[in-house]
């Protein structure tokens, strides 16, 4: 009775080994083959542009934007270029939370290694569940759970062969709608301070603490917003950026306020700047970043000559 009892236990624990076993094979497989073969929105990748700074092909990055789409909105790598010189890209995406800020700042500088990581701010205020940092961690590591929608693409497809998907815009998006903000008083003084969230806390710790092991220097930003920014939201992360020993742009207010325009600068009543609001922001801040970190300019160098390219075409196509 003994060993049959033995036999019966160890014949469950065989199965459940066998179960396991299968199940991540097949977890394997249907990863590799989920994981799109380029950094493009057609092969299925999630927050192409985001993902895409990793594609640059053509020297190194010295500034990397990070963000939701107050980021994406605002910075243009391009702008920036021809003011200034650098080369940058942004990764942002919309309603991006800062597991995922994490996440993507990883990946890129495995394979880049900018001098300055910029930090757009309002994804500090922006709150996630609890779960969100298992799920990212599950994502992160099984690439099947952030990419399950392909499986249409390679039913129908051949597996997607590898492609040059260097995006000329890297990471910017621009838009000319111009809808006006009536909230111009939006910074009015009070010492009150927006408390950030201790979990996004712990999580921008990880992102400074990892730009600076990686010998970037992390730069916390506010671009312009009448309806995601304030006084109170400032001073907020004005205290959590010293507290970090973190630098702290605010182009908001003080000295370094951008001149936006509220009647013609935003494209949904000040929520996001449109491409003339991003085209000042964006040679305000080459100027401020060249000048304070000693960013080099490339504009000579011929080994970003795509970058010359690209900026004829940008101000071809997006109107300058």
Known sequence: ???????????????????????????????????????????????????????????????????????????????????????????????????????????VLTTSSPRVVVIETNSVYSSFSTLDPSL????????????????????????????????????????RVAKPSRNTDYMTHTRKASVVPRENQEYLRLMVGYCRAHGATPVLV?????????????????????GMHVGYIDLNRGRHKVDIDWRTDTRDRGDHLNLSGATKVSRELALLLSRRYRLPDHRDDPTYATWEEDLDLYRTTVGK
């Open 1 to 107: 009775m003994r060993n049959q009892k033995l036999r019966a236990r160890l014949g469950v624990a065989l199965t459940a080994l066998a179960v396991f076993l299968v199940t991540a094979g097949l977890l394997a497989v249907t990863s590799w083959a989920s994981l799109p073969k380029a950094d493009a929105h057609e092969e299925g990748t999630v927050d192409a542009t985001a993902h895409d700074a990793t594609g640059e092909k053509n020297g190194g990055l010295d500034v990397l934007f990070i963000g939701d789409s107050e980021a994406y909105s605002a910075f243009s790598p391009l702008e920036m270029w021809g003011e200034s010189g650098f080369a940058s890209r942004v990764i942002a995406s919309h309603g991006q939370r800062l597991p995922y800020s994490y996440t993507l700042l990883r990946e």
């Open 136 to 175: 990212r961690f599950l994502q992160d590591h099984v690439p099947v759970f952030e990419y399950h929608d392909r499986w249409k693409r390679i039913l129908t497809h051949d597996l997607p062969k590898s492609s040059d998907s260097r995006a000329y815009l890297r990471g910017f998006v621009p838009n």
């Open 222 to 242: 506010s671009t312009p917003s009448t309806v995601n920014w304030s006084t109170p939201r400032h001073n907020g992360i004005a205290r959590l950026a010293h």
